[in-house]
């Protein structure tokens, strides 16, 4: 099972907005609505940030939201904020593996 | 607050067993469906281990580990176990502990690097 694919980084200044994308195949992102993208803030563990492609956890902050067209999920990060800096995670569900994960994206601001 | 706490040996040596627990605090592991371990190597991508119900019942693999990966669950000490036997370089990796429900993980461990190096 390969691993979605993720730019390796994405930039913007505060107050800006940025996507992320997560590509997959239709064997994963493609086939099934569980999405998810998880925020790796430098000496923290990982943490959820949507799930089912679009559902925020309780906590997380309306600036983050997901989306997802055909075999490719987005995540937009809306008034890009310093404490955003960090590696975002996609991964999907599938049959084969349970969990297939991207990259990793860092972020810049 | 629930937390997961991955401890482990650090390094181990090649053709051994490497065994990584997760502590569990705040949550009894009855509580919550399946618990999941995840490795990244350095330099690769997150790929997972495999999970384990809460009852011990059930537990799935990745089709690549499956032969060589075991994961277990001791509710009384409220615990999570990974073993990783006949382990090589390419094992090398930060290990995380984390709880999953419903086709996501709900929360991570902060992960323990485990090193296979003679």
């Known amino acids: 099972q390969s691993a979605l694919t993720q730019p390796a980084s994405v930039s913007g200044s505060p107050g800006q907005s940025i996507t992320i994308s997560c590509t997959g195949t239709?064997?994963?992102?493609?086939?099934?609505?569980?999405v998810s993208w998880h925020q790796h803030l430098p000496g923290k563990a990982p943490k959820l940030l949507i799930y089912?492609?679009?559902n925020r956890p309780s906590g997380v902050s309306d600036r983050f939201s997901g989306s997802k067209s055909g075999n490719t999920a987005s995540l937009t990060i809306s008034g890009l904020q310093p404490e955003d800096e960090g590696v975002y995670h996609c991964y999907s569900y599938t049959s084969t593996t349970a969990y297939v994960f991207g990259g990793g994206t860092k972020v810049t601001v | 607050q629930v937390q997961l706490q991955e401890s482990g040996p650090g390094l181990v040596k090649p053709s051994e067993t490497l065994s990584l627990t997760c502590d569990v605090s705040?949550?009894?592991?009855?509580?919550?469906?399946?618990w999941t371990w995840v490795r990244q190597p350095p330099g690769k991508e997150l790929e997972w281990i495999g999970e384990?119900?809460?009852?011990?019942?059930?537990?799935n693999y990745h089709p690549s580990l499956k032969s060589r990966v075991s994961i277990s669950v001791d509710n009384s000490r409220n615990q999570v176990s990974l073993k990783v036997n006949s382990v090589t370089a390419a094992d090398t990796a930060i290990y995380y502990c984390?709880?999953?429900?419903?086709?996501?993980?709900?929360?991570w461990g902060q992960g323990t690097l485990a090193t296979v190096s003679s």
């Open positions: 705040g949550v009894p592991i009855s509580t919550h469906d399946w």
């Open positions: 239709s064997s994963d992102v493609g086939s099934y609505n569980y």
């Open positions: 089912d492609v679009s």
């Open positions: 384990i119900h809460h009852s011990g019942n059930i537990d």
């Open positions: 984390a709880m999953a429900s419903h086709y996501r993980i709900d929360l």
